[in-house]
Each structure stands twice: as structure tokens, then as C-alpha cells.
């Protein structure tokens, strides 16, 4: 049944954050620490003023996120005069959504990151392995991952520093250079709101430099090539939110070990897109479109998975989705795959080329829901400052 909710701040039909979307996340402007807000339209509801929420992460408040989010969406429904029609409050409690700076929304104990898109897995295993027989064994039998570097993740449109590292080019002998091989990988990010329970996503983009991944992944996996930064998009739209957009996983061929198995698994229809301006080109251009819904493994068998050892989650930890790509080329989430790893430059309308990212680019991803009302995340854009 279509939600057609309106509020009394209004919001246009494509518009990411209309009153069936309100994610949280933690801001500060002029005269304000950092508190939690909830965002609509081109405002942020501070939960601190209104009283129903306070802190400087989203930690402590994710037990009782989906009560407070019910007491807004009341308070901002059309009908609802108390907000609306108080201005002395209205004033206080909503800000302009250009005057707030974003911070990260959880103190972030763990991040892992996954390695789930089939397309991704296949892409990657066909260009270094063998294209007759892309995936590992182990990889239909439980969802890749690692633990990344949870202290250089950061929320929103931070620009991004050109690593350095060891690489080689001949693959005996290493220099010490700034990457170039600089990549971005199209994720999402799932929270944990506590053991077994996932509180809301995000966009995440795993900046990756791939000739130092190159040099130093072999045997013990991805080091120094991803920890350099993490971007996630500020505002965590909650699972309550994309509830409507729930679809049915692929099918697992083979079935999966018991404990991985799912009496009903889902996944959600997010529409994703990457963007890239060149330094130099006038207008950023679409270089990817693909769809979460893409994904092989579930975020509950991510989940699941890695607390199958017996290992603590916590609330605030982010877990990524890994690298989402579709079948088709123009559905692959990084450069490398876009690019095939060099040999097909992408060519922009102003004359670039690239095949990786250079010192000046700008890259935005965009997602979103769309089923009768839209529920967005907002762009997560990032450029990248020479090493
Ligand atoms: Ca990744």
C-alpha cells in the first residue's frame, strides 16, 4: 500500500529525505556541540533541543532510535499543530541543513568490510585469476570479509588525501611512492544496533590504492590499501524506512551450510550510482548505475557469519557490503572493473580519460528507494588532494 504521509515542511518528489525516510545522524553548527538530529527536507530536527534525544554519537540512543523517530514522524505529520504551529520552538528545534557540519554518527568500535557482489567477486577473479573459473571454493560457502580500520572512517564530504605506500612494478623489488592506482569501491554500510540487530545503512566508499593492495595483500589480505580512509554518507537511514523497498535475495547455488541458512532472506532495491568529475571537466557524469538488490549474500548472513565464532558485536559497529556491481559494464562499482583494470579508459566529454582516479577528481555516489515515496541517503561526494 503506497505511504502517502505528507509533512508540514514540505519536500519535493525527488527529494531523499521526505517524512517516510527521517535517518539520524550527529551534527554541530555555530553555538551548538555535537548532538543527534533527524533529518527532513532541507532541515535537521535537533533531538537535543526537542529533548528526546542527547549525546554526541548515536551509541547510547540506538535502543530507543525507533520510539524517538515515531515521536517526529508525529510531531512533523501535516496534521499535527504542535510543532507546526509554534514558532518560538519551531525556531530552536529546526535548523537549515547548509548551516550544519555532519560528524560520524556512531562511535565506530569494529568495522569490517565484506566481499559479497557475485558480479564483483567474478570481475576480480576473471582479471587475476582464471576467467574460466573466477570464484575461490570458498566463496558460494560463506560471505569474504576482513576487519578493516575503523579509526579512519569519516562521515560526508571530507576530500580525500592520495595515499603512499610500497609498490613495484615488477612485483620483486618495491618503491615508496604515492599510489597510482587510486579507486574508489561502491558499498553500502550496515550498523549494528545491538548483538543480531541491524540499525540503518549507509553509503560507504572503500577508497582503495590498488598497486599497494597489489604489493602487500599476498597471503594475509588488504593492509595499508584501504585503511587510509573509509567515506560513509552522514545520515543512517533506518531499516524501518527501507522496510517497503525488501526484496527476495538471489538464490544461493549450493545451499548454504545450515547456520548461514535463511528461513526468508532479504535484501532491499536501492537504486546506485557513481558520478565522476575529472579535474578540469565541467560537469560530473554518470559512470556506474547497479542495485543493492544485486547482492549474493544477505546482511543477516553477514551478520550472522560473523558472530558464527562466537566473536562480540557491538552497537556502532560498521559492517561494509563489499564492492556492488551488476552484470552489465556500465554496472560495475570500481574503476578497475569500469576500466578493466586499465585496458578500457573511460572518456569524458570535455577530452579526459581515466583509468584511475588522478589528484583533483571528484567522485559522487548516489542512492536511493523509489516506490511510490522515495527514500534516499543523500550524495556522498569526496575529491581527491595530491599526496
Ligand atoms: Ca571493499
Same mark, same amino acid.
Given at each position: 500500500?503506497?505511504?502517502?504521509?505528507?509533512s508540514?515542511?514540505?519536500?519535493?518528489?525527488?527529494?531523499?529525505?521526505?517524512?517516510?525516510?527521517?535517518?539520524?545522524?550527529i551534527?554541530?553548527?555555530?553555538?551548538?556541540? @555535537?548532538?543527534?538530529?533527524?533529518?527532513?527536507?532541507?532541515?535537521?530536527?535537533d533531538?537535543?533541543?526537542?529533548?528526546? /534525544?542527547?549525546?554526541?554519537?548515536?551509541?547510547r540512543?540506538?535502543?530507543?532510535?525507533?520510539?524517538?523517530?515515531?515521536?517526529?514522524?508525529?510531531?512533523l505529520d501535516?496534521?499535527?499543530?504542535?510543532?507546526?504551529d509554534?514558532? @518560538?520552538?519551531?525556531?530552536?528545534?529546526?535548523?537549515? @541543513?547548509?548551516?550544519?557540519?555532519?560528524r560520524?554518527p556512531?562511535?565506530?568500535?569494529?568495522y569490517?568490510?565484506?566481499?559479497?557482489?557475485?558480479?564483483?567477486?567474478?570481475n576480480?577473479?576473471?582479471m587475476?585469476?582464471?576467467? +574460466?573459473?573466477?570464484?575461490?571454493?570458498?566463496?558460494?560457502?560463506?560471505?569474504?570479509?576482513?576487519?578493516g580500520?575503523?579509526?579512519?572512517?569519516?562521515a560526508?564530504?571530507?576530500?580525500?588525501?592520495?595515499?603512499?605506500?610500497q609498490?613495484s612494478?615488477?612485483?620483486?623489488?618495491?618503491?615508496?611512492?604515492? +599510489?597510482?592506482?587510486?579507486?574508489?569501491?561502491?558499498?553500502?554500510?550496515?550498523?549494528?544496533?545491538?548483538?543480531?540487530?541491524i540499525?540503518?545503512m549507509?553509503l560507504?566508499?572503500?577508497?582503495?590504492?590498488?598497486?599497494?593492495?597489489r604489493?602487500?595483500y599476498?597471503?594475509?589480505?588488504?593492509f595499508?590499501?584501504?585503511?587510509f580512509?573509509?567515506?560513509?554518507?552522514?545520515?543512517?537511514?533506518?531499516?524501518?524506512?527501507?522496510?517497503?523497498?525488501?526484496v527476495?535475495?538471489?538464490?544461493?547455488?549450493?545451499?548454504?551450510?545450515?547456520?548461514l541458512?535463511?528461513a526468508?532472506g532479504f535484501?532491499?532495491?536501492?537504486?546506485?550510482e557513481?558520478?565522476l568529475?575529472? @579535474?578540469?571537466?565541467?560537469?560530473?557524469?554518470?559512470?556506474?548505475?547497479?542495485?543493492?538488490?544485486n547482492?549474493y549474500?544477505?546482511?543477516?548472513?553477514?551478520? /550472522?557469519?560473523?558472530?558464527?565464532n562466537g +566473536?562480540?558485536?557491538?552497537?556502532?559497529?560498521?559492517?561494509?557490503?563489499?564492492?556492488?556491481?551488476?552484470?552489465e559494464?556500465?554496472?560495475?562499482?570500481?574503476?578497475?572493473?569500469? +576500466?578493466?583494470?586499465?585496458?578500457?579508459?573511460?572518456?569524458f566529454p570535455?577530452?579526459?580519460?581515466?583509468?584511475?582516479?588522478?589528484?583533483?577528481?571528484?567522485?559522487?555516489?548516489k542512492?536511493?528507494?523509489?516506490?511510490?515515496?522515495?527514500?534516499?541517503?543523500?550524495?556522498?561526494?569526496?575529491?581527491?588532494?595530491?599526496?
Amino acid at each position: 500500500m503506497p505511504d502517502s504521509r505528507r509533512s508540514w515542511i514540505p519536500t519535493p518528489p525527488d527529494h531523499d529525505f521526505p517524512i517516510q525516510n527521517l535517518p539520524f545522524g550527529i551534527f554541530e553548527c555555530a553555538g551548538r556541540a @555535537a548532538r543527534p538530529g533527524i533529518r527532513i527536507g532541507d532541515v535537521v530536527v535537533d533531538l537535543k533541543e526537542l529533548g528526546l /534525544a542527547g549525546g554526541d554519537t548515536l551509541n547510547r540512543i540506538a535502543p530507543e532510535a525507533s520510539a524517538i523517530r515515531q515521536r517526529v514522524s508525529e510531531l512533523l505529520d501535516e496534521n499535527n499543530a504542535d510543532l507546526r504551529d509554534n514558532p @518560538a520552538v519551531r525556531e530552536r528545534v529546526l535548523i537549515p @541543513a547548509e548551516s550544519v557540519t555532519m560528524r560520524l554518527p556512531f562511535a565506530i568500535g569494529d568495522y569490517v568490510d565484506f566481499y559479497s557482489s557475485l558480479d564483483h567477486a567474478s570481475n576480480v577473479g576473471r582479471m587475476f585469476r582464471d576467467p +574460466a573459473n573466477p570464484l575461490l571454493p570458498n566463496w558460494r560457502h560463506l560471505p569474504v570479509g576482513y576487519h578493516g580500520k575503523s579509526g579512519t572512517v569519516v562521515a560526508g564530504g571530507r576530500d580525500i588525501r592520495r595515499p603512499k605506500g610500497q609498490i613495484s612494478h615488477d612485483n620483486i623489488t618495491p618503491i615508496y611512492s604515492p +599510489a597510482r592506482r587510486l579507486d574508489f569501491e561502491l558499498e553500502t554500510g550496515f550498523f549494528i544496533q545491538a548483538p543480531g540487530r541491524i540499525f540503518g545503512m549507509v553509503l560507504l566508499n572503500d577508497w582503495s590504492a590498488r598497486d599497494i593492495q597489489r604489493w602487500e595483500y599476498q597471503p594475509l589480505g588488504p593492509f595499508l590499501s584501504k585503511s587510509f580512509a573509509t567515506s560513509i554518507s552522514p545520515w543512517v537511514v533506518t531499516m524501518e524506512a527501507l522496510e517497503p523497498f525488501r526484496v527476495d535475495p538471489p538464490p544461493q547455488d549450493p545451499p548454504v551450510v545450515p547456520h548461514l541458512a535463511e528461513a526468508r532472506g532479504f535484501n532491499y532495491d536501492i537504486h546506485l550510482e557513481v558520478w565522476l568529475q575529472p @579535474a578540469g571537466e565541467r560537469e560530473p557524469v554518470r559512470v556506474c548505475r547497479t542495485n543493492f538488490q544485486n547482492m549474493y549474500w544477505t546482511m543477516s548472513q553477514q551478520l /550472522a557469519h560473523l558472530m558464527s565464532n562466537g +566473536a562480540t558485536v557491538r552497537t556502532g559497529d560498521l559492517c561494509g557490503s563489499g564492492t556492488i556491481s551488476g552484470p552489465e559494464p556500465g554496472s560495475y562499482g570500481s574503476m578497475l572493473e569500469l +576500466a578493466w583494470n586499465g585496458a578500457r579508459p573511460i572518456r569524458f566529454p570535455g577530452g579526459s580519460e581515466r583509468t584511475f582516479l588522478e589528484d583533483g577528481d571528484t567522485v559522487i555516489f548516489k542512492g536511493w528507494c523509489e516506490r511510490g515515496h522515495r527514500v534516499g541517503f543523500g550524495d556522498l561526494r569526496a575529491s581527491i588532494l595530491p599526496a
